[in-house]
């Protein structure tokens, strides 16, 4: 598992490191260090107000200076048992000089609700794997790795080992993780591509202690049966696939110096598939005596459904991406319209949803798409909506009319981009929980957590029998959590 808490997004993902393979991922995209940060400097606020009289919040240059040092705070708190935040500003004309000490323990106080949030984004990454593995649990988990400067907060820590009963690793450097990663995968945009049904789910893992000529086994996955060779800049050592296509090679790298590999596999049909290691040998290096370099393909997963609504026809969501699809991936779907689904003469009107309530007014509107339609057609007419998402996470949706191959409009949608009122429900509370939740009164969030875990309720039942009855309560419930949330947001602004 990758805890990945950085200051704006939060990410963790199930791997399999056998296979390469994403399992299970969840997150939020606009939570992070940042809005730990916040926590601390409402606190603050408080302070400067009870003890100064003075707004922070009228000022944008001083709440502005306060996240700074508060984000400061914070850090130092990883290591110490209390820090102090020096306010010194001007605020609508009034001088400002105020000490606040913040102890470790004050600070826990103030983000404990938010880390358990992040616990729960756990439990749902794990539920995705065990929905495709029935006997996956938790202690299945072998090992924690921790990436991001806010996983050094000790309460992090505690709240993982408790929960998944094993301690984090903290031997990798997050910082240096992250910047691993993004080099290979720019890497990967700039080496040559390999040919396609090629070598794939290779692992470079040193075996020795650092001698003249350092030995490492390459283990990886092709063709079953093939032939498999590795050039190496002191000679080629060969081997074969197994019936599941897995090999294993043990080559020499020459000491200290960048060493180029290539690995060809011949199949039954003699066509022959490559792959480019490049794996550099260093007997300075100063860490664990085992270095693993691993190289995968650049596809990761898009953790949530994407669908479509179509204007006036009905308000029932069609789910065209499924959760946890490949990216870069495409899929399409074809609906039918009538004169009558046209939102204006010679107009049909399509919205783009990320989520899975059937109810589509509830999931997070994404695009609108405005399709021209010809002023004589009066017959049913197929469209057909396609949507792509790139490596680079881009979302291109297509709508053409199938007979009129002229008639095309396309939409392009950087995912994770929208705001405001295009909120669906779910992301609406998460927003309100996130900056609202611990100035909100007990009887009104038991209130939304009631309404919002009887709407989860409702529509698991739905998926599974699909009841005409179910749809219209989805649809109440739902509009009436919208409503409030809309309501509780209005008197914090």
């Not at 599941?244 to 020499?252: D, I």
Request: net charge negative; aromatic share 6%; with cysteine.
């Amino acid at each position: 598992m990758v805890y990945d808490l950085g200051s704006g997004t939060f990410d963790v993902s199930v791997i399999d490191c056998i296979d390469y393979k994403v399992l299970g991922l969840d997150g939020d995209n606009y939570f992070g260090g940042d809005t730990f940060d916040q926590r601390l400097v409402q606190h603050v606020a408080k302070e400067v107000k009870r003890q100064a009289g003075v707004d922070l919040a009228s000022s944008a240059d001083a709440l502005q200076r306060t996240g700074r040092d508060c984000e400061k705070a914070k850090i130092k708190l990883s290591d110490s048992e209390s820090a102090t935040i020096l306010v010194q500003a001007l605020v609508d004309g009034t001088p400002v000089n105020v000490k606040v000490k913040v102890t470790r323990d004050e600070f826990e106080r103030m983000i404990m609700e938010l880390v358990d949030q992040t616990i729960r984004w756990v439990e749902r990454a794990i539920a995705k794997v065990k929905a495709e593995d029935a006997k996956f649990a938790k202690e299945d988990v072998d090992s924690v790795l921790l990436v991001g400067g806010s996983t050094h907060i000790p309460l992090v820590q505690r709240r993982l080992r408790d929960y998944l009963g094993k301690e984090p690793c903290k031997n990798i450097n997050s910082e240096l993780a992250v910047a691993f990663g993004a080099a290979t995968y720019a890497a990967m945009y700039v080496a040559s591509p390999p040919i396609e049904r090629g070598i794939h789910r290779v692992t470079v893992k040193c075996v020795s202690e650092v001698t003249a000529e350092r030995e490492i086994t390459i283990n990886g996955r092709t063709s079953p049966g093939a032939t498999v060779e590795a050039r190496t800049p002191l000679g080629a050592v060969n081997g074969k696939a197994d019936d599941a296509g897995k090999f294993v090679l043990t080559v020499a790298l020459v000491p200290n110096t960048t060493n180029s590999i290539q690995l060809l596999a011949t199949s039954t049909d003699g066509e022959p598939r490559r792959r480019e290691l490049v794996v550099r040998h260093d007997d300075t290096y100063k860490g664990r005596d085992e270095r693993v370099i691993v190289i995968v393909d650049r596809r990761s997963m898009w953790p949530r459904p994407l669908g479509i609504r179509v204007v006036d026809q009905d308000d029932l969501l069609t789910i065209v991406v499924p959760e946890n699809s490949p990216i870069p991936c495409q899929a399409s779907t074809v609906c039918t319209l009538t004169p009558s689904s046209r939102n204006a003469p010679w107009q049909s009107l399509v919205e783009i949803y990320e989520g899975d309530l059937p109810y589509a007014p509830l999931n997070t509107r994404l695009a609108q798409l405005v399709l021209e339609m010809p002023p004589s057609l009066n017959t049913l007419e197929p469209i057909e909506i396609v949507f792509q998402i790139t490596e680079d996470q881009l979302l291109v949706v297509t709508a053409g009319m199938v007979n009129l191959p002229d008639h095309v409009v396309t939409a392009t949608i950087t995912l994770h981009s929208y705001y405001g009122d295009n909120l669906g429900v779910l992301d609406r509370f998460d927003r309100f929980q996130r900056y609202h939740w611990d100035t909100s009164r007990p009887e009104e969030k038991a209130r939304l957590n009631k309404s919002k875990m009887g709407l989860l309720d409702l529509c698991e039942q739905y998926k599974r029998d699909s009841q005409e009855d179910k749809y219209e309560k989805i649809k109440a419930v739902g509009m009436h959590l919208i409503s409030e949330l809309v309501r509780l947001e209005s008197q914090f602004s």
